[in-house]
């Protein structure tokens, strides 16, 4: 392996061991109040972005920023041939980013402050400068997201989406799984929550992954059995449309599972660095799931208990 990728690689290895961690993210949500929790992670990475936030939803966007920083970082470590893997990963920073200004054009709210990508960035340069729905969706068919339509806020999302873990699973094997899990969780809101077919666009997206059988499903076991049986685990005991978040959680629990894998057994490479994502994204989801409860006053978590 080239010297360029042992150097990324323990950098990966040192970045994540920086984590929270689930036992500490458990303290975290013990805490009586969000301001308490937010005290409690004085020290951590996430410490400079989180000061000063003015409640929740601040703390989420600080905590996402932390996690975009630390790819970024990691990005100035890989050799060249490691950038379609960062730009893979950042894409879910630049689904936002896009989805802030498809609400704007559809009517909505002036968009925040978006995620700063830098060299990470796929189309955001070109779809900032779009006026209308459908001049943002020509100005993605033309770059790596591909034709993802241009229906409404809600459909475009859900393209993005399952476009991105496809892109992150053609460029990194390893996360194949990831893929299948996101798109199997994405399929059963829609046609469950939604009570919707879904979308043309998404459809062709989520075929290659999922197949077409379930399609017809009305209830989440009907969608189950219509599955291919390797992915009727990721919905595995759930029963109603209600206990998604459940199959959610333990989605997450198992990508985390999977990069601690990918960081201990693997030589200096590109699956460590994935491995580090993986890590560092889900201890920042896991964060978030604390600073959640805690602002509820809830004692505990039971999203962290789920992925456990």
């Given at each position: ?288 799931a604390a600073l959640t409860a805690a602002g509820a006053a809830a004692g505990s978590s039971e999203v962290l208990d789920e992925?456990?």
């Amino acid at each position: 392996m080239k010297a360029d990728w042992v150097a990324a690689s323990v950098r990966a290895r040192s970045m994540a061991q920086r984590r929270v961690g689930a036992a500490a993210s458990r303290e975290v949500a013990a805490q009586p109040s969000l301001d308490r929790a937010l005290s409690s992670l004085q020290g951590s990475s996430y410490a400079e972005r989180l000061a000063g936030a003015p409640g929740l939803a601040a703390a989420e966007r600080a905590l996402q920023e932390t996690v975009l920083w630390q790819l970024r970082v990691l990005a100035g470590w890989l050799p060249a041939s490691g950038t379609a893997l960062a730009r893979a990963a950042a894409g879910i920073f630049e689904i936002e980013n896009v989805m802030a200004l498809a609400h704007q054009l559809a009517g909505g709210a002036k968009t925040p402050e978006p995620y700063h990508l830098g060299a990470l960035a796929t189309a955001w340069p070109r779809v900032r400068t779009a006026g209308s729905s459908e001049e943002l969706a020509t100005i993605l068919r033309a770059t790596a997201w591909g034709d993802v339509g241009a229906a409404g806020p809600g459909v475009l999302r859900d393209a993005l989406t399952v476009a991105w873990v496809r892109r992150l699973a053609a460029v990194a094997p390893p996360a194949r799984p990831w893929c299948s899990a996101v798109c199997v969780l994405t399929a059963a809101r829609i046609l469950t929550v939604d009570g919707v077919t879904p979308a043309a666009p998404v459809l062709r997206l989520l075929r290659p992954v999922i197949g077409r059988s379930w399609e017809a499903a009305t209830s989440i076991a009907e969608f189950s059995s219509a599955l291919p049986p390797s992915l009727r685990t990721v919905v595995r005991g759930i029963s109603s449309p209600k206990e998604l978040w459940r199959a959610e959680a333990r989605v997450c629990g198992a990508v985390e599972k999977d990069g601690f894998h990918l960081l201990r057994g693997s030589k200096p490479g590109p699956d460590v660095v994935l491995g580090a994502i993986a890590v560092l994204s889900t201890d920042a989801w896991r964060v978030r799931a604390a600073l959640t409860a805690a602002g509820a006053a809830a004692g505990s978590s039971e999203v962290l208990d789920e992925a456990a």
